[in-house]
């Protein structure tokens, strides 16, 4: 359903950033990693000052075995956030893939 919802709501409007990284979170939720990342990169493309879009692309280049690319995001997202929890959260992701 909320696959569905975002898809129209950037049929209405193509601008819409938040459209496009949320439904590139249940692409990533649904393990369509491919869709996922389209979604995000064109949320980046939009609005490159949102931090959300660069967290959540990091995540599925970190489930891909990614690794260089993961932590170039997770650290894009710590220049770009304020969000106390974001920021949390890419630190312990960060952390993680840095000592592998």
Same mark, same amino acid.
């Given at each position: 359903? /909320?696959?569905?919802?975002?898809?129209?709501?950037?049929?209405?409007?193509?601008?819409?950033?938040?459209?496009?990284?949320?439904?590139?979170?249940?692409?990533?939720? =649904?393990?369509?990693?491919?869709?996922? !990342?389209?979604?995000?990169? =064109? /949320? =980046?493309k939009l609005e490159p000052s /949102?931090?959300?879009?660069?967290?959540?692309?990091?995540?599925?280049?970190? !489930?891909?075995?990614?690794?260089?690319?993961?932590?170039?995001?997770?650290?894009?997202?710590?220049?770009?956030? !304020?969000?106390?929890?974001? =920021?949390?959260?890419?630190?312990?992701?960060?952390?993680?893939? !840095?000592?592998?």
């Amino acid at each position: 359903m /909320a696959l569905t919802d975002f898809s129209v709501a950037i049929n209405l409007d193509i601008s819409l950033t938040e459209a496009y990284y949320n439904r590139g979170w249940v692409y990533y939720n =649904i393990e369509d990693y491919k869709s996922a !990342t389209n979604d995000l990169n =064109i /949320a =980046i493309k939009l609005e490159p000052s /949102a931090a959300l879009p660069y967290y959540y692309r990091g995540l599925i280049y970190d !489930t891909e075995g990614k690794n260089n690319l993961a932590i170039a995001d997770l650290k894009k997202t710590l220049e770009l956030t !304020t969000d106390p929890r974001l =920021i949390d959260k890419a630190e312990k992701r960060l952390t993680a893939l !840095t000592s592998k």
